[in-house]
């Protein structure tokens, strides 16, 4: 009798620290998500983002331990949370390379002629770039 | 769309479209790994990898920032910096 007790007792801590470690998963992936968008923020998002990668993988792994040690219903809801979060961040990373043509234009070159319509709705002719210094930013107009 | 927020963020420079990516294709600078960029028949098929470019005044390349990764770009400092080094 006093044995099976103990073993309940044993789950049922097991349980609670398992709920802990779901809420602690959790945790990590906010605080490194606020740390993130706060470095984007400042456009200074580290070029080695090991440390992110690996905060950003904890957190599932500390998700799928909590199921493991079986936690409260709460505590899944928590662990979910990390794992999807934890996974999409870091496959975020892992396709945010650019990769651009095999002979993009360099330092040295000079501009290839192109016409555009500015937001005016008149004609860009690059031969109006000549006569000062400019300067050029490709960027996405949308998200 | 761009006409109407250039008041709101006080613009001064030339803003060009290139919805085609035809200027984008003629500095080579298309992004060719994944991207999310808008998918359809009439929406470009990819984007441009952020790039800024110095040119001087006879229209050649005198500097040049091409991002290695979406997620992380040259803030205006580098550009002032750049500007600095090759204009003064």
Redesign the interface.
């Given at each position: 009798m006093d044995e099976q007790k103990a073993v309940m007792k044993n789950a049922a801590s097991s349980k609670t620290l398992g709920t802990a470690l779901a809420f602690a998963a959790l945790a990590l992936l906010i605080a490194t998500v606020i740390f993130w968008f706060n470095l984007?923020n400042?456009?200074?998002?580290?070029?080695n983002?090991t440390l992110f990668v690996f905060a950003f993988l904890l957190a599932p792994v500390l998700g799928v331990a909590s199921f493991v040690m079986k936690a409260r219903w709460f505590g899944s809801i928590a662990a979910v949370a990390a794992i999807i979060g934890g996974v999409f961040l870091t496959a975020?990373?892992a396709?945010?390379?650019?990769?651009?043509?095999?002979?993009?234009?360099?330092?040295?070159?000079?501009?290839?002629?192109?016409t555009?319509?500015?937001?005016?709705g008149d004609q860009?002719v690059?031969d109006m770039?000549?006569?000062?210094?400019?300067?050029?930013?490709?960027?996405?107009?949308?998200w | 769309m761009i006409r109407a927020k250039r008041g709101v963020h006080r613009l001064k420079a030339t803003m060009l479209s290139d919805r085609d990516l035809a200027v984008t294709d003629a500095f080579g600078l298309r992004n060719q790994a994944i991207h999310s960029g808008p998918i359809g028949e009439d929406a470009a098929e990819a984007l441009p990898v952020p790039a800024t470019l110095l040119l001087d005044k006879k229209g050649t390349v005198l500097w040049m920032d091409v991002a290695e990764n979406y997620q992380r770009r040259q803030g205006p400092e580098v550009v002032l910096a750049a500007l600095r080094a090759h204009l003064d």
């Open positions: 984007a400042k456009v200074s998002i580290p070029a983002r975020t990373i396709i945010s390379r650019q990769q651009v043509a095999d002979n993009p234009i360099t330092v040295g070159d000079t501009v290839p002629y192109f555009a319509v500015d937001d005016q860009f690059s770039l000549y006569g000062t210094p400019t300067v050029i930013k490709f960027f996405r107009a949308h | -």
